[in-house]
């Protein structure tokens, strides 16, 4: 029997990418995203191509309760997730106080709720069946405090540690959570985010493709974090501990002004 994933996300960038790389391992897909046109795209190209089922679910996650009514229907149509895939996310540029407080807190509806929703509803049968992988899409900002992008910062820190806690809880039904913590990645986030030129994001940005290649075969390996950059990750878990943290907060909103 072909392995079900549940991706979210996945019109576009890295969740697009992680439907074509389980599609190449031969697996089944559950797609899901607002944009049903570019779903249904998608579908078509993978199942000609691989010869793999895709199941079409267009939903917008950052509604309230939207995480659990698509755990729902997934349950009713009797599907058994094997790997699921928390993609959908997104940002927003500028100092919070001037922010649309609506776009805030869709912001966390999606990045966050829904995460927890999903997590909670697919590990039931995933527990019952003692197995099952979970990749959720963080960011190396979570690692950081966030000038200028406060909300989306502290939402990608809660999917970092959500992530590690849940892996540790869940590990003796065989079943491992990986946080995927990629740095600046070529997709449509940085224009949606209003982030296009911003210096933090617009310098060394890697595919989304190189990313999800990353992230899948990390979840596959049961690791905890991945994260994409080498020097990223030098520079989060070395320079910047060994520095005050005001300094941290200044340096963060320099390299963020556009």
Do not use: W
Not at 178 to 201: I, S
């Amino acid at each position: 029997m072909k392995k079900i994933a549940l991706v979210t996300g996945a019109s576009s960038g890295i969740g697009k990418e992680l439907a074509r790389i389980h599609a190449m391992n031969g697996g089944d897909l559950i797609v899901v995203a607002r944009r049903e046109e570019e779903l249904e795209n998608i579908k078509l190209d993978l199942e000609k191509t691989y010869g793999i089922k895709v199941l079409v679910l267009s939903l917008d996650l950052s509604i309230y309760g939207a995480g659990t009514a698509l755990v729902n229907e997934i349950n009713k149509k009797g599907f058994e997730v094997e790997y699921l895939m928390n993609n959908a996310g997104f940002g927003g540029y500028g100092e919070f106080y001037q922010r649309d407080i609506e776009k805030e807190k869709e912001m966390i509806r999606l990045n966050i709720t829904a995460c927890v929703e999903i997590t909670h509803g697919i590990l039931q049968g995933m527990i019952k069946r003692k197995k099952g992988k979970i990749l959720n899409t963080a960011s190396t900002a979570g690692f950081l405090p966030g000038p200028l992008q406060a909300v989306y910062f502290a939402s990608k820190a809660f999917v970092v540690s959500f992530s590690q806690a849940i892996d540790q809880e869940v590990k003796p039904y065989g079943i491992t959570v990986t946080a995927l913590c990629p740095g600046p990645v070529e997709t449509e986030f940085q224009n949606v985010a209003g982030m296009k030129d911003n210096r933090l994001f617009s310098k060394r940005a890697k595919s989304a493709r190189y990313v999800a290649l990353i992230g899948y075969r990390a979840m596959l390996k049961g690791r905890l974090v991945a994260i994409t950059e080498k020097s990223l990750s030098v520079f989060i878990n070395g320079i910047l501990s060994f520095m005050p943290r005001r300094s941290v907060l200044k340096l963060i909103q320099k390299l963020q002004k556009q």
